[in-house]
Nanobody, 133 residues
Framework: VQLVESGGAVVQPGDSLRLSCAASGFTLGAYTVGWFRQAAGKEREGISCISGRDSSTYSADSVKGRFTVSVDTSKSTVYLQMDNLNLEDTAVYYC???????????????????????????WGQGTQVTVSS
C-alpha cells in the first residue's frame, strides 16, 4: 500500500495549484482520504476529506471556499485543487487513507487533533507548497 503526493511548488499569493495523491495497493473507492498540512513549528492540520464509500466531503474553515477535493477512481488518485493561495497556506501537504474512518471524524475531532496519525492507517511522504511574494 502506497500513497504518493505530488504537485507542490513555489507560487505567489493569489495563484492556484493542484496537488495529487496517487494510491496503489488498495481500492481507493473503498477508502476515506484526508488531506493534511503542517507548517513549520505548527501542529498538523486536517484540511479536507473525501469518502470513496459515500462521496461525503469535508473542508476546514481555513480553506473552505478556496480548496476543493475530488477523486478519480479510474486513476486511483485524489486531487486537492487550491485556489487563491495566501502566505498562510505555506506548508508540507500530506494525504492519508483509511478503510473505516468517516469524514465526519474531522468535525468530531477537530482540525488540529493530535491523534490523526493514529486514525489514518496510510500516509504519504508529503509535498511542499510555498506561497511567497
Amino acid at each position: 500500500v502506497q500513497l504518493v503526493e505530488s504537485g507542490g511548488a513555489v507560487v505567489q499569493p493569489g495563484d492556484s495549484l493542484r496537488l495529487s495523491c496517487a494510491a496503489s495497493g488498495f481500492t481507493l473507492g473503498a477508502y476515506t482520504v484526508g488531506w493534511f498540512r503542517q507548517a513549520a513549528g505548527k501542529e498538523r492540520e486536517g484540511i479536507s476529506c473525501i469518502s470513496g464509500r459515500d462521496s461525503s466531503t469535508y473542508s476546514a474553515d481555513s480553506v473552505k471556499g478556496r480548496f476543493t477535493v475530488s477523486v478519480d477512481t479510474s486513476k486511483s488518485t485524489v486531487y486537492l485543487q487550491m485556489d487563491n493561495l495566501n502566505l498562510e497556506d505555506t506548508a508540507v501537504y500530506y494525504c492519508a487513507a483509511d478503510a473505516t474512518l468517516p469524514c465526519s471524524a474531522h468535525r468530531n475531532y477537530g482540525d488540529t487533533y493530535r491523534g490523526w496519525k493514529y486514525e489514518y492507517t496510510y500516509w504519504g511522504q508529503g509535498t511542499q507548497v510555498t506561497v511567497s511574494s
